[in-house]
């Protein structure tokens, strides 16, 4: 059955861990579907582990619609989240709410998610009242590694908690039917999951969050370029798939592959130097 805002919210009050984890593509997202996901986040983060730029900074919102377009598609049950490029919604609340419609209406998202929080409290009410749901995104926003100096851990000290409370309450006022908390300490997530009515999902902030979100990649081990602290590889599949490509070539070399099973037969027997030299 397809899931649902109402169904999402539910699991918080069941306490019914929420799963979510990130796709690109119509095949990867089919996967995950199959498995039983009940979120899937098409990530900014597509800028770095399918696009191999440094950051999310120069993700496009045709990239997102693209990619977004892809994983509706392979995404029967699973809610689909997509992500808000930077500079889509940060110039306007104008901006914000086109391009949240973009992503739902040609993209077929089920949702929108943007990163910030007080700052964005007026972008996220506007989306709302568009009738397109939204899921905030506090913490470390990786579209902000500039101001932050690198990908580095926030709400450690007194100040910089008190602001990721302050954020996480104005998104849920602000009408946002869950919230991405990340690379925060444990105890932090920890208070902010308990006085939330809306789901938190984490990523690097602990087991107490409603529910947890990971890049596929980096959970897949097919992403080695950085891998945060916070990154549990349940399968070595870049290995694996380096493995195979590497047979691919060998035995293409040699001359293995193809054998007789992979390839197609005539019907009946020609001579082709009869053939060609008719007439
Ligand atoms: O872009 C992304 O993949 C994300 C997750 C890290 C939450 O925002």
New binding site residues.
Partial sequence: MKKTVATILKQKSSHDRIT?L?AYDYSTARLIDESGIDMI???????M?VLGYED?LSVTMEDMIHHTAAVARGAKNAFVVS?MPFMSYQTSVYDAVVNAGRLMKEGRANAV?L?GGTEFSEHIKAIVNASIPVVG?IGMT?QSVNKFGGFTVQGRDKETAEKIIKDAKAVEQAGAFAV?M?CVPDKLAAYITEILSIPV?G?GAGAECDGQ???YQDMLGMYSDFTPKFVKKYAEIGNSMKEAFSKYIEEVKSGKFPDKKHTFTLKEDIDFEKLNNEK
């Fill in positions: 979510m990130t986040l098409v990530g900014d983060s597509l800028g582990v999310t992500d998610k990163e995104h990786p991405v990340e999902i990523i979100v990971l890049v």
